[in-house]
C-alpha cells in the first residue's frame, strides 16, 4: 500500500516543499537505505529512501541522527545541487526529484526491483545506489506499461483484481474499500459484467480516485490481525485508526518503526531460538554418550576377571608378553593382551585400574542424567514460550528468566554491527575488528569498513581480514600497526610460522573481483610488515 500510485502522488506533494534546498549530504548507515539531507539556510529536512525487500518505502522527517562510524557518504554527483522539482511519473511508481544539473529518481517498484538513480539532464545514469555497473553511463530505459479500460482486462479477473491491474491502479484495499461503498461483489469475474455494468463503474471509480486526491490527512490503520497499513482514507477492513495525521510521511514513518521493531523482534527470537536448539542437541549428545558408556559396562567385568586370572598365576614376574592364553572362570580359553615392559602382577593392576575406571566413570555419568533431563525440559518449554511472545517486553522477561536458568545465551546484537566481528583493544583508542569467515570478511571489510580504515591481511596466505578503524586525522603509532598485523598474522594459515609478511592498506584500496569466492580481494596498493604471529598479553 505505502507504494500504491496514489499514495504516491501525496507523497509527492508533500515533497514539494523541498524545492528550493539544497542537497548537503546523502549518505547510507543501515543496508539498502539511503538518507536525503535537504537544508533551505534556516531548517535541515531529510529524505529517507529504504530499497530493502520487506519495506521498500520513501518517506521525510525533520530529525535524522547520522551516526559517526559505520556511515558511507553517495551520490556525490548531487552534493551542492539545488531541487527545482519534484514530480511523479504518470502511471509509475517512480519519483523524480529534479534539480538544476541532474536529477534523482526513486524507483518504488519493490524488493530487488527498488532503486535510486541519479540521471544527469541528457537522461544518462550518473550513480545507482543498488550497485549495477551495467547502466552506469547508459541512457535509462524504462518499462513501458500498458494500462487497460475495464473491459479490455482478462475477463477471469475479479472485479478487485481487475481495479489494481486497469488504468486505475488502486491497490488492493483501495479496490475492497471502493466495492464496499458501492455494493459492488468485489470476486465477480469481469466476464460476468456487462459493457454498460463496467462503464458505470469506471464513472465511479474516476468519482472515487478524485475523492482520494483531494485527501489532506492521512491514517495508520490495524486489522483484527494486528496489521499495519497506511491509507488516505479510512477502511472497513481496517477499522481500528491508530494514527491520523495532515503529513503523510509521519504516518509512513510509524509504520516503518513499528516494522523494524518488528523485524529486531523476529531476529531476536531466531538467535535465541537457535542458541537453545544448539543447546539442546548438546544434552541430547550428553545422553547418548551416557548410553554409549553403558553399553561398555562388560569391560568393567571383564578387565576385573583379566586382572584376577593374572593375579593368580604362579610365576607373577613373568615379563616380556605381549599376550598370554588362559583359561577362564568356565574353563574357557582366552588371549590377554598384556604389555611386555611389565610383569604379570604388573599388568594385572593395569587391569584392575581399568575396571575401577570404567565402572566410576558410568557411575559419574549416570548421576548428570536428571539434570540433564531437567535442562531438556527446561529448553523446550523455552522454545514453545517462544513461539507465543509478540513484543521485546515479554521477550526480554524471558531473557532473563532463561539467563536465571543458567543458560549463557550468546547472541549477536543487531544494534551493533562490530558484534559479528571478532574485537581487540590494541589501547590509545584503538580497536581491531577481525572477521570470523569467508563471507564474515567480506561484510567486514565491505559494509563495515569506512574509506579511509586500514586494512590488514597476511600476505600469500589465506586468513582473516582485519580493520582498524580510524578518525579523521587520526595515525596509529608503529607499535599499534605491529600488533594490529600480528593479530593478522594469528588469525591466518601461516600461524605457526615464526615471522609472517603482512600486507596493509586503506580500505578505499581494496577492490572485490566481479564473480569473486567470498573473501577474495585485490589491493590496488599495499605496504608490508613483518610480524610474528600472536595475540595481545
Not at 568393567?300 to 588362559?326: F, T
Amino acid at each position: 500500500m505505502i507504494r500504491n500510485y496514489h499514495i504516491l502522488k501525496h507523497i509527492v506533494k508533500e515533497f514539494k516543499q523541498f524545492i528550493g534546498f539544497k542537497i548537503i549530504e546523502c549518505f547510507s548507515q543501515d543496508k539498502n537505505v539511503l538518507v536525503f539531507n535537504l537544508y533551505d539556510g534556516e531548517i535541515f529536512n531529510y529524505i529517507i529512501f529504504d530499497a530493502t525487500n520487506e519495506l521498500s518505502c520513501i518517506y521525510s522527517i525533520n530529525q535524522f541522527h547520522r551516526a559517526k562510524a559505520n556511515s558511507v557518504d553517495l551520490f556525490p554527483e548531487i552534493i551542492g545541487e539545488v531541487v527545482q522539482d519534484v514530480i511523479l511519473f504518470e502511471n509509475e511508481r517512480i519519483i523524480d526529484v529534479k534539480c538544476i544539473h541532474s536529477h534523482i529518481l526513486f524507483i518504488l517498484f519493490g524488493g530487488s526491483k527498488s532503486n535510486s538513480l541519479v540521471i544527469n539532464n541528457q537522461e544518462l545514469v550518473l550513480n545507482s545506489f543498488k550497485k549495477n555497473e551495467d547502466i552506469i553511463g547508459t541512457k535509462l530505459e524504462l518499462p513501458n506499461q500498458q494500462l487497460y479500460n475495464l473491459i479490455e482486462v482478462p475477463p477471469n479477473l475479479s472485479l478487485i483484481f481487475a481495479l489494481s491491474r486497469s488504468k486505475f491502479l488502486l491497490s488492493k484495499e483501495l479496490a475492497t474499500e471502493f466495492c464496499l461503498k458501492e455494493n459492488i461483489p468485489a470476486e465477480k469475474k469481469i466476464s460476468e459484467f456487462n459493457k454498460s455494468d463496467l462503464s458505470f463503474i469506471e464513472d465511479k471509480v474516476i468519482r472515487f480516485i478524485n475523492y482520494l486526491e483531494g485527501q489532506k490527512e492521512y491514517f495508520l490503520l490495524k486489522n483484527d490481525k494486528n496489521e499495519l497499513i497506511v491509507s488516505l482514507i479510512p477502511l472497513q477492513i481496517y477499522p481500528y485508526i491508530i494514527l491520523k495525521s495532515q503529513s503523510i510521511s509521519t504516518c509512513i514513518f510509524q509504520k516503518y518503526k513499528s516494522f523494524k521493531i518488528s523485524d529486531v523482534l523476529e531476529d531476536r527470537k531466531k538467535e535465541i531460538t537457535n542458541f537453545l536448539q544448539k543447546e539442546l542437541k548438546k544434552q541430547e549428545k550428553k545422553i547418548q554418550d551416557i548410553k554409549l558408556a553403558q553399553s561398555t559396562l562388560y569391560l568393567e567385568e571383564q578387565y576385573r576377571n583379566w586382572a584376577v586370572l593374572l593375579s593368580s598365576q604362579p610365576d607373577l614376574k613373568l615379563k616380556g608378553l605381549k599376550k598370554i592364553n588362559l583359561n577362564d572362570f568356565n574353563n574357557n580359553e582366552i588371549v590377554i593382551p598384556l604389555d611386555d615392559k611389565l610383569n604379570l602382577i604388573e599388568n594385572a593392576e593395569i587391569y584392575f585400574q581399568k575396571s575401577r575406571k570404567t565402572r566410576l566413570n558410568i557411575e559419574n555419568r549416570k548421576k548428570f542424567l536428571p539434570e540433564i533431563y531437567d535442562r531438556i525440559n527446561k529448553i523446550t518449554f523455552y522454545l514453545e514460550s517462544l513461539n507465543k511472545i509478540s513484543n521485546t517486553k515479554d521477550l526480554d522477561k524471558l531473557t532473563e528468566e532463561i539467563k536465571n536458568s543458567g543458560f549463557r545465551i550468546e547472541t549477536e546484537s543487531k544494534n551493533d554491527p562490530a558484534s559479528k566481528f571478532r574485537k581487540f583493544d590494541l589501547g590509545d583508542g584503538f580497536t581491531l575488528y577481525v572477521g570470523k569467515s569467508a563471507s564474515n570478511n567480506d561484510e567486514l571489510t565491505f559494509k563495515f569498513a569506512k574509506p579511509n580504515d586500514l586494512w590488514f591481511h597476511a600476505r600469500g596466505s589465506s586468513g582473516s581480514h582485519a580493520v582498524l578503524p580510524l578518525e579523521k586525522n587520526q595515525k596509529p603509532s608503529k607499535k599499534i600497526l605491529q600488533t594490529a598485523a600480528s593479530i593478522s598474522a594469528y588469525y591466518s594459515g601461516m600461524k605457526n610460522a615464526k615471522y609472517v609478511p603482512v600486507a596493509y592498506t586503506f580500505r578505499k584500496y581494496i577492490r572485490k573481483p566481479k564473480g569473486a569466492n567470498p573473501g577474495t580481494v585485490v589491493l590496488m596498493r599495499e605496504e608490508v610488515i613483518m610480524v610474528e604471529p600472536k595475540l595481545p598479553d
